[in-house]
């Protein structure tokens, strides 16, 4: 068997500055043979290197997404290369002066241990064992490669493309209800939340409607009210409150219509009995604050669990509500929680232990 | 004779996806999961035993419940938070166990009443610390004096309890916890607890003791025991000992040793109704602690480990029962177990299970849907599922006990 050989690959070499890059396809099983992933090796008892072992859900994960039916992988892995890969001009250089074309070539020696290979991943770890693990023939994918002078420079490499920053929270949120196909497990169970949020948000701002136009997002800066404190409230109800009862334990599912109905119904009462406390942004009013977002989400929770949308209106959820006026400090005055315990109006923050103090305050009121 | 499971949310997802071992992204814990009586075709229990200090926390760390799964539990009730079916019932306690080390238990009457009454339980065993000591000879003044306090604040705690219960005209059965560290302090406390009105009496402690002591103290107790007294044994499994026991006035136990074994016992993992398997470790590389350690450490291959573990897998689904699966079987778990450094070899009793196959003869609904899935030692879903079986062949043995009367829902389902 030939377990030594060249692999020559077809590949233009850009130049940047002072350095070459080669841009180039490669079959993803291949990859393995040429290229470690880490440079981990013991010497003396001594570790060298660096070693990161592969995170087996998300390439499990990724795996799944290229087992289907069109999968596609745009981005480029991105290899270090040491000096015993060559670059061979296959063409005059042309009139593109940064651009040549050519072959790339790779002494492939598949019994040379890991750390003695002539490439290192530096991004794209993940995307090329699920490849290797994935039940596909071949699957070529774009790489982009450079000839590092030394292990200090792959290093100092691999740390640049693995520090690009994540993309802001609140943009992925808004992103979420549009989005269709594989998803990461924390944006796929962002996305319902998100969903409901968006369309709340989407409608009008009159009685109602009590959030329409309201939820401050990266499109909506119009907004007062805080995403987070929103989604966190929405999340809360779906997984452990009165929201629950829409959803398909089977495939996550859930009646967006009918959340939406029940969660309008019920911040309408809020709406009508605070409209002051309403309409001012969290700096003025507690109410509009995470804290008395989520308090009074569980509020919610505790008069409405179990009992469908087209029902709210039999609970009599005005006088329940009511009942908070006495007791309640959104926007001056103080908080009596106890005698130990009086806070002013704005000295409740948005913290799980005021969350709970308020909630528990409130809650006591309607007993 | 009735049996009840103690809860520590040990529930399983009905959606996991096991060709992938995956959870299903959307899972909502607890809430789309299933317990015991839910995915069982019989429940395997005639009812559950919740402790205080699981739901709200105790001494030695936080409770397993978060905060709004504790909140949806006294906002719904034991019955609904648990999705009790009809005759499957529940029995409130402190978990004394998580408060062992202090000098007194660190929780009143009236939040232990608050917890039974809040969540809606049908009975409730009064607060008690726990005596770890067993002396048969020692008297009842002349004994280690902190076991003697122990035994007293028990019986006084005992007492406030059932008055408060009468006082307030709670609807909850009030259980009497009996601690003692002889037959006679344990007889001793059963008849102070009658005269305070108990009908119904918890011994508490007896975890550890040999079935003869057990039997020692019964004996002693029945002396004093009314016949109308009915007596619980806290966390005391010991089947074959049930039908000796129930002649002494015991009437129900909990116990979560058959659950447990199912994971946590070297070798009795899988257990049928005259024998005991193990259970065949495929350990999940990326699921496994001391295998990620090892990888992580440069003494294993992960290379190596994902590719056995995915051969021995493939291998276990293609089981026939057939001479050669069975030999196939053992190479393969054996070339993972070398892989992955395990020092003791388990050929022998791998080659027990395999040709057994104990999961072809059980009816319980898990295996029939999983088939020798059950019997990989793999992960929490598997495990459980186990557990889950295990449970369900202890029902079977103590249907068979001559002293046993399942729930009569239990008995209606089986015609
Ligand atoms: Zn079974």
């Given at each position: 068997?030939?377990?030594?050989?060249?692999?020559?690959l077809?590949?233009?070499?850009?130049?940047?500055?002072?350095?070459?890059?080669?841009?180039?396809?490669?079959?993803?099983?291949?990859?393995?043979?040429?290229?470690?992933v880490?440079r981990?090796?013991r010497?003396?008892?001594?570790?060298q290197?660096?070693?990161?072992?592969?995170?087996?859900s998300?390439?499990?994960?990724?795996r799944?997404?290229?087992?289907?039916?069109?999968p596609?992988?745009?981005?480029?892995i991105?290899?270090?290369f040491?000096?015993?890969?060559?670059f061979?001009?296959?063409?005059?250089?042309?009139?593109?002066?940064y651009?040549?074309?050519?072959?790339?070539?790779?002494?492939?020696d598949?019994?040379l241990?890991?750390?003695?290979k002539?490439a290192?991943?530096?991004?794209?770890?993940?995307r090329?064992?699920?490849?290797?693990?994935a039940?596909?023939?071949?699957?070529p994918?774009?790489?982009?490669?450079?000839?590092a002078?030394?292990?200090a420079?792959?290093r100092s490499?691999?740390?640049?493309?693995?520090?690009?920053?994540?993309?802001p929270?609140?943009?992925?949120?808004e992103?979420?209800?549009?989005?269709?196909?594989?998803l990461?497990?924390?944006?796929?169970?962002k996305?319902l939340?998100?969903?409901?949020m968006?369309?709340?948000?989407?409608?009008?701002?009159e009685i109602?409607?009590?959030?329409g136009?309201?939820?401050s997002?990266?499109?909506?800066?119009?907004?007062?009210i805080?995403?987070?404190?929103?989604?966190?409230?929405?999340e809360?109800?779906?997984?452990?409150?009165?929201?629950?009862?829409?959803r398909?334990p089977?495939?996550?599912?859930?009646?967006?219509?009918?959340?939406?109905?029940?969660?309008?119904y019920?911040?309408?009462?809020?709406?009508?009995a605070?409209?002051?406390?309403?309409n001012?942004?969290?700096?003025?009013?507690?109410?509009?604050?995470?804290?008395?977002?989520?308090?009074?989400?569980?509020?919610?929770?505790?008069?409405?669990?179990?009992?469908?949308a087209?029902?709210?209106?039999?609970l009599?959820?005005?006088?329940?509500?009511?009942?908070?006026?006495?007791?309640v400090?959104?926007?001056s005055?103080?908080?009596?929680f106890?005698?130990?315990?009086?806070?002013?109006?704005?000295?409740?923050?948005?913290?799980?232990?005021?969350?709970?103090?308020?909630?528990n305050?409130?809650?006591?009121?309607?007993? | 004779?009735?049996?009840?499971?103690?809860?520590?949310?040990?529930?399983?997802?009905?959606?996991?996806?096991?060709?992938?071992?995956?959870?299903?992204p959307l899972?909502?814990r607890?809430?789309?999961?299933?317990y015991?009586h839910?995915i069982?075709?019989?429940p395997?229990?005639?009812g559950?035993?919740?402790?205080?200090?699981?739901?709200?926390g105790?001494?030695?760390?936080?409770?397993?419940?978060?905060s709004?799964?504790?909140?949806r539990?006294?906002?719904?009730?034991?019955?609904?938070?648990?999705?009790l079916?009809?005759?499957v019932?529940?029995?409130?306690?402190?978990?004394?166990?998580?408060?062992?080390?202090?000098?007194v238990?660190?929780?009143?009457?009236?939040?232990?009443?608050?917890?039974?009454?809040?969540?809606?339980?049908?009975?409730?065993?009064?607060?008690?610390?726990?005596?770890?000591?067993?002396d048969?000879l020692?008297?009842?003044?002349?004994?280690d004096?902190?076991?003697a306090?122990?035994?007293r604040?028990?019986?006084?705690?005992?007492?406030?309890?059932?008055?408060?219960?009468?006082e307030q005209?709670l609807?909850?059965?009030?259980?009497?916890?009996?601690?003692?560290?002889?037959?006679?302090?344990?007889?001793?406390?059963?008849?102070?607890?009658q005269?305070?009105?108990?009908?119904?009496?918890?011994?508490?402690?007896?975890?550890?003791?040999?079935?003869k002591?057990?039997?020692?103290?019964?004996?002693?107790?029945?002396?004093?025991r009314?016949?109308?007294?009915?007596?619980?044994?806290l966390g005391?499994?010991?089947?074959?000992?049930m039908?000796?026991?129930?002649?002494?006035?015991?009437?129900?136990?909990?116990?979560t040793?058959?659950?447990?074994?199912?994971?946590?016992?070297?070798r009795n993992?899988?257990?049928t109704?005259?024998?005991a398997?193990?259970a065949?470790?495929?350990?999940?590389?990326?699921?496994?602690p001391?295998?990620?350690?090892?990888?992580?450490?440069?003494?294993?291959?992960?290379?190596?480990a994902?590719?056995q573990?995915?051969v021995?897998?493939?291998v276990?689904?293609?089981?026939?029962?057939?001479?050669?699966?069975?030999?196939?079987?053992?190479a393969?778990?054996?070339?993972?177990?070398?892989?992955c450094?395990?020092?003791?070899?388990?050929?022998?009793?791998?080659?027990?299970?395999?040709?057994?196959a104990?999961?072809?003869?059980?009816?319980?609904?898990l295996?029939?849907?999983?088939g020798?899935?059950?019997?990989?030692f793999?992960?929490t879903?598997?495990?459980?599922?186990?557990?889950?079986?295990?449970?369900?062949?202890?029902a079977n043995?103590?249907?068979?006990l001559?002293?046993n009367?399942?729930?009569?829902t239990?008995?209606s389902n089986?015609?």
């Open positions: 068997m030939a377990d030594r050989y060249e692999m020559r077809p590949a233009i070499r850009l130049q940047q500055g002072a350095q070459h890059i080669y841009c180039f396809g490669v079959d993803g099983k291949r990859i393995h043979d040429f290229a470690t880490s981990v090796h010497d003396d008892d001594q570790l290197g660096y070693q990161r072992p592969e995170v087996l998300h390439i499990r994960a990724i799944r997404y290229l087992e289907s039916d069109s596609l992988l745009p981005n480029a991105v290899l270090a040491d000096e015993r890969v060559k061979e001009p296959s063409a005059p250089v042309g009139d593109l002066s651009s040549v074309v050519g072959e790339l070539i790779i002494p492939v598949e019994a241990p890991d750390d003695e002539p290192w991943l530096v991004d794209g770890q993940q090329s064992a699920a490849i290797r693990d039940d596909l023939a071949q699957f994918v774009a790489a982009v490669g450079f000839i002078h030394g292990e420079e792959q490499q691999f740390i640049l493309v693995n520090n690009t920053k994540p993309l929270k609140g943009l992925i949120h992103l979420l209800p549009d989005t269709t196909g594989h990461p497990v924390a944006y796929a169970r996305q939340p998100a969903l409901i968006t369309r709340l948000n989407a409608s009008a701002k109602g409607t009590p959030f136009g309201r939820i997002t990266p499109t909506t800066p119009d907004g007062y805080k995403d987070n404190s929103i989604l966190k409230m929405i809360n109800s779906l997984y452990e409150g009165a929201l629950y009862q829409y398909d089977s495939d996550g599912s859930a009646d967006v219509q009918q959340i939406e109905l029940h969660l309008n019920f911040w309408t009462v809020v709406q009508a605070f409209p002051e406390a309403w001012l942004p969290p700096l003025k009013s507690r109410l509009t604050h995470g804290a008395g977002i989520q308090s009074l989400g569980y509020v919610m929770d505790s008069l409405t669990e179990g009992v469908p087209a029902e709210l209106p039999g009599d959820l005005e006088k329940a509500i009511s009942k908070l006026k006495p007791i400090a959104w926007t005055g103080t908080w009596d106890g005698p130990d315990n009086v806070r002013r109006w704005n000295g409740l923050q948005n913290t799980p232990s005021d969350v709970s103090l308020l909630t305050h409130l809650l006591r009121a309607l007993r | 004779m009735k049996f009840y499971f103690p809860d520590s949310q040990d529930l399983v997802s009905p959606t996991y996806d096991f060709q992938h071992d995956e959870y299903s899972r909502v607890q809430r789309d999961d299933l015991a839910e069982l075709d019989t395997p229990y005639s559950i035993l919740v402790s205080k200090s699981i739901v709200d105790a001494m030695k760390g936080a409770g397993k419940y978060t709004a799964q504790r909140a539990l006294y906002r719904l009730g034991v019955e609904r938070f648990f999705r079916p009809k005759g019932e529940s029995l409130g306690d402190n978990g004394a166990f998580n408060y062992v080390d202090e000098l238990p660190p929780v009143t009457v009236e939040e232990t009443l608050d917890f039974y009454i809040g969540c809606g339980f049908d009975a409730g065993v009064s607060v008690d610390h726990i005596i770890f000591g067993y048969p020692a008297s009842l003044d002349d004994v004096p902190a076991w306090e122990r035994r604040i028990t019986l006084r705690l005992a007492e406030e309890f059932i008055t408060q219960v009468s005209n609807n909850l059965q009030p259980v009497g916890a009996a601690q003692g560290w002889s037959p006679t302090s344990f007889a001793d406390s059963v008849e102070q607890l005269k305070m009105g108990y009908q119904r009496i918890a011994l508490g402690g007896m975890v550890p003791l040999k079935t002591d057990i039997l020692d103290c019964l004996q002693e107790i029945d002396k004093v009314l016949p109308t007294t009915e007596l619980h044994l005391v499994t010991r089947v074959e000992s039908d000796l026991f129930s002649d002494f006035g015991v009437t129900s136990f909990d116990s040793s058959a659950f447990r074994q199912a994971f946590m016992d070297d993992n899988f257990h109704e005259n024998d398997f193990i065949l470790r495929v350990p999940q590389v990326d699921g496994n001391a295998l990620k350690r090892a990888i992580l450490a440069g003494r294993v291959s992960q290379k190596d994902i590719a573990e995915r021995c897998l493939r276990l689904r293609e089981f026939d029962g057939s001479a050669g699966a069975i030999e196939r079987a053992i393969e778990l054996d070339a993972y177990e070398t892989i450094q395990v020092n003791r070899s388990h050929q022998a009793e791998y080659e027990r299970t395999l040709t057994a104990p999961w072809n003869e059980c009816e319980c609904s295996c029939k849907t999983l020798i899935e059950i019997a990989i793999r992960g879903e598997r495990n459980k599922r186990r557990g889950f079986h295990n449970m369900s062949v202890l043995k103590m249907k068979k001559k002293s009367v399942l729930t009569s239990t008995r089986h015609g």
